[in-house]
């Protein structure tokens, strides 16, 4: 059996055979082959030619058969396109249970506030303990995909992440309810980061976007959450009942989709290319992912208060504020590919920023509900281009060490939906949330004039193509 590092020196040659959409992955047993690098007809993608070798390792015990001759050549054929399709679902399905999960008990928080007799500022340091959970798990990322790889670690933060809701389910005081939400957020930021690295890996293999797909999972995952809520709501079941219920009703497919991720190449035999620093462009694009989640997060906590003390409207008027900006990022990111492969994501990018900053001019400056919740709708539709956008580039700009560049960018974004809401929430204190929303104002219009300091990286162009540092 050849070693790893003998395997990483064969050529690859793919062709399409049996079943449509089949790239079938062929090699030989002598190292000193050499081969076209293609996948079809066309020439393979960096991204493209990192997961045939991937899915080459993840069957390597497969080259000889019993009896044959040493020396003998031995013929590979591997469905790669079916276990890339078998990742993307998997992938989706992470982002969908994380989104429902985190959505199921966000929404039960005045049940939680009821059952512990919480008062206000308790339960925000309970979401700061999760956020900050979140971002040590971010931030120490990097070196565990290094060490053991994003399937590993979705395989077992992913189940984790799911019944992680039980330590909050089932907390028997508030010391408990702190320790459990830092560790699900911990958790929850594995996950996160992880999936979306996955995703960026999936990009690259697949030579299209996909980025806009996973993140609608998310949507979608967090609307179900959100329903799932306030069905156990509307029947009378507490807040324990409520999210251990949806976290036991969640496990099996978190458990369903383990096996399926895309392999990792082991990190040993890839320390030869893999610069120290990731390129300035990481850098940039987690900025501007801050100031996506900076709207984001502003809208989540902000927006119906804006609507009850502003305009006097009812608590159930005002609740609808959050829905209708959810429901208008999925249906944006259900389309985002296609946008994203026609324009580009620079483009798009700058776009989104302009349209994000006007429909935030319209919630501060109009005097309607119908207005607002207008406004609020192109502020959803227009700032869920920019996550998945901003992940996508940087797994393209980080080139080999995509998932480092992932994770970076995500810390930087991550922490703008941490401190974000807490700076409007400042803000709206000594003068008003209108005040408030007029900084997230600023930051989409900073997401337009930093979209034009990108490159012009695109799935299926210059992907995986390293920037200097």
């Not at 609307?223 to 099996?252: C, D, E, H, N, R």
């Not at 309607?368 to 609020?376: C, E, K, N, P, Y």
Request: hydrophobic share 50%; glycine share 12%; proline share 5%.
């Amino acid at each position: 059996m050849e070693d790893t590092r003998a395997i990483r020196r064969w050529r690859y040659s793919g062709e399409r055979v049996g079943r449509p959409g089949a790239v079938v992955l062929t090699g030989e047993g002598d190292s000193s082959l050499v081969g076209s690098r293609t996948v079809g007809r066309r020439p393979a993608l960096p991204g493209q030619r990192l997961a045939l070798h991937r899915a080459l390792l993840s069957a390597k015990g497969r080259e000889a058969s019993p009896g044959q001759p040493p020396g003998q050549k031995a013929d590979f054929t591997m469905a790669v396109g079916y276990q890339l399709a078998y990742a993307r679902r998997a992938t989706f399905t992470a982002f969908a249970l994380m989104g429902a999960v985190s959505a199921v008990w966000v929404v039960r928080i005045p049940a939680l506030r009821e059952t512990m007799k919480l008062s206000e500022a308790q339960i925000g340091i309970e979401v700061l303990a999760w956020g900050m959970g979140a971002l040590v798990a971010m931030q120490a990322s990097r070196r565990l995909f290094a060490r053991l790889g994003t399937r590993c670690i979705l395989r077992v933060a992913l189940p984790g992440a799911v019944t992680g809701l039980l330590l909050l389910a089932f907390a028997p005081s508030y010391p408990f309810l702190l320790a459990g939400g830092f560790i699900f957020g911990i958790l929850f930021g594995l996950v996160d980061v992880a999936a979306n690295a996955q995703a960026a890996q999936l990009e690259q293999a697949s030579g299209r976007p996909l980025m806009g797909m996973m993140h609608a999972g998310w949507s979608l995952g967090a609307v179900a959450g959100g329903v799932a809520g306030a069905a156990t709501a509307s029947l009378g079941m507490g807040f324990t009942a409520s999210v251990a219920s949806v976290s036991l009703l969640a496990l099996p497919g978190a458990l369903a989709v383990t096996s399926h991720f895309l392999p990792d190449q082991d990190s040993s035999d890839y320390t030869d290319f893999m610069p120290d620093r990731l390129p300035r462009t990481v850098l940039l694009l987690g900025a501007l992912m801050f100031c996506a989640f900076l709207a984001e997060g502003a809208v989540a906590d902000w927006s119906s208060l804006h609507l009850h003390d502003g305009f006097g409207a009812s608590e159930a008027v005002a609740a609808l504020a959050y829905p209708v900006f959810e429901l208008a990022m999925l249906t944006v990111r259900l389309g985002c590919d296609r946008i994203t492969r026609r324009f580009g994501g620079r483009a798009l990018l700058a776009v989104a920023g302009l349209a994000a900053a006007l429909g935030f001019a319209v919630v501060i400056f109009s005097r309607s509900v119908i207005f607002v919740f207008g406004g609020l709708s192109l502020v959803g539709g227009a700032i869920s281009v920019v996550v998945p956008l901003t992940f996508s580039l940087a797994g393209l700009a980080g080139g080999q060490q995509s998932s480092a560049a992932v994770a970076r960018a995500g810390t930087l974004g991550y922490t703008g939906l941490l401190l974000g809401p807490v700076a409007i929430g400042f803000l709206a204190e000594h003068s008003s949330v209108r005040a408030g929303f007029g900084v997230v104002l600023a930051a989409c219009a900073l997401i337009a004039a930093g979209a034009w300091a990108l490159p012009d990286l695109r799935v299926g162009g210059t992907s995986g193509v390293p920037l200097p540092p």
